[in-house]
Nanobody, 115 residues
Framework: VQLQASGGGLVQAGGSLRLSCAASGRTSSLTAMSWFRQGPGKEREFVAGIMWSGGYTSYQDSLKGRFTISRDSAKNTLYLQMNSLKPEDTAVYYC?????????WGQGTLVTVSS
């Protein structure tokens, strides 16, 4: 599965962004997709995940209520709606796809939140 993330950019604190991640290739084998992020000088961390068939979601506890993960199965596209953004949300956001015991990663999209 190949992934193409988009939607990052510069936003002021309190603003919103929606990230997208388009999947192609062996999408019929998808079991789950997720978002991770890596801030400056930090390790990559889990943001949110979604089961592809049932839509069950999970979140990093600290992001619940501000971030919402969703998917459009017909378009093979993953989304991350981010509201009330804070400067500490500044990071490169990566999407990941799990299929056939493999995890593929997208190229990342940069989100910068100014104070």
């Amino acid at each position: 599965v190949q992934l193409q993330a988009s939607g990052g950019g510069l936003v002021q604190a309190g603003g919103s962004l929606r990230l997208s991640c388009a999947a192609s290739g062996r999408t019929s084998s998808l079991t789950a997709m997720s978002w991770f992020r890596q801030g400056p000088g930090k390790e990559r961390e889990f943001v949110a995940g979604i089961m592809w068939s049932g839509g069950y979601t999970s979140y990093q506890d600290s992001l619940k209520g501000r971030f919402t993960i969703s998917r459009d199965s017909a378009k093979n596209t993953l989304y991350l709606q981010m509201n009330s953004l804070k400067p500490e949300d500044t990071a490169v956001y990566y999407c990941a796809a799990d299929y056939s015991r493999i995890r593929s990663w997208g190229q990342g999209t940069l989100v910068t939140v100014s104070s």
